[in-house]
Nanobody, 124 residues
Framework: QVQLVESGGGLVQAGGSLRLSCAASGRTFSRYTMGWFRQGSGKEREFVAYIGGSTGSTFYADSVKGRFTISRDVAKNTMSLEMNSLKPEDTAVYYC?????????????????WGQGTQVTVSS
């Protein structure tokens, strides 16, 4: 059974940092693109960042570029999102996801597996 499990969410003050982790099990995701999405209250889920499988290339939403860093440990089947200089507008449930596609990797429909999400709350 394939599972993606996020951890590391919590409450932090504006300007602070958090590190999210995603642990994958049930199969090897070394060739998959791994991504992070988020959904704020009353908002649609939006793309945050992804990291490619074969090349390890990364791509970020403009709203987090320069503040967030995505990384992965292929051997451990894990992925992380280092979030710095957090803002209240970063408050959301953060989801990790895995995609077997090399196209449309900023779009939800390109992702095959999803975690349950972890809450990040940034207070002002």
């Amino acid at each position: 059974q394939v599972q993606l499990v996020e951890s590391g969410g919590g409450l932090v003050q504006a300007g602070g940092s958090l590190r999210l982790s995603c642990a994958a099990s049930g199969r090897t995701f070394s060739r998959y693109t791994m991504g992070w999405f988020r959904q704020g209250s009353g908002k649609e889920r939006e793309f945050v960042a992804y990291i490619g499988g074969s090349t390890g290339s990364t791509f970020y939403a403009d709203s987090v570029k320069g503040r967030f860093t995505i990384s992965r440990d292929v051997a451990k089947n894990t992925m992380s999102l280092e979030m710095n200089s957090l803002k209240p507008e970063d408050t959301a449930v953060y989801y990790c996801a895995a995609s077997n596609s090399v196209l449309g990797r900023t779009m939800e429909r390109s992702y095959d597996y999803w975690g349950q999400g972890t809450q990040v709350t940034v207070s002002s």
